[in-house]
């Protein structure tokens, strides 16, 4: 079983940035792969990127990509989302993800149903 804690959501204007953070429970964080989600109102929840268990290999959303970046902390137990310049069609609710392997098929990473755990979401809102 794997717990998930967001943090660091919040209101910022247009162009500026934010970190996300993913906190998760269980002994051997590294067997995670991880992924980063958001969901608009109105609309289906979408990928935005994930990260291989052990940081190796990373993956992201068109519309993301050159402006964020995942990580991860393996002794800290925490995978981080650096946004930069922050548009306001970035706004959503960001749900941190936990698959229950450290790689996955690069076809499957943008598939809600290959992650087993979910955070309980943290708002980012970008004013224009």
């Known amino acids: 079983q794997v717990q998930l804690v967001e943090s660091g959501g919040g209101l910022v204007q247009a162009g500026n940035s934010l970190r996300l953070s993913c906190a998760a429970s269980g002994r051997t964080f590294s067997n995670n792969a991880m992924g980063w989600f958001r969901q608009a109102p109105g609309k289906e929840r979408e990928f935005v990127a994930a990260?291989?268990?052990?940081?190796?290999?990373?993956y992201y959303a068109e519309s993301v990509k050159g402006r964020f970046t995942i990580s991860r902390d393996n002794a800290k137990n925490t995978v981080y989302l650096q946004m930069n310049s922050l548009k306001p069609e970035d706004t959503a609710v960001y749900y941190c993800a936990a698959a229950s392997l450290p790689l996955l098929p690069s076809e499957t990473v943008g598939i809600t149903t290959t992650y087993n755990y979910w955070g309980q979401g943290t708002q980012v809102t970008v004013s224009s």
């Open positions: 990260i291989s268990g052990g940081g190796g290999r990373t």
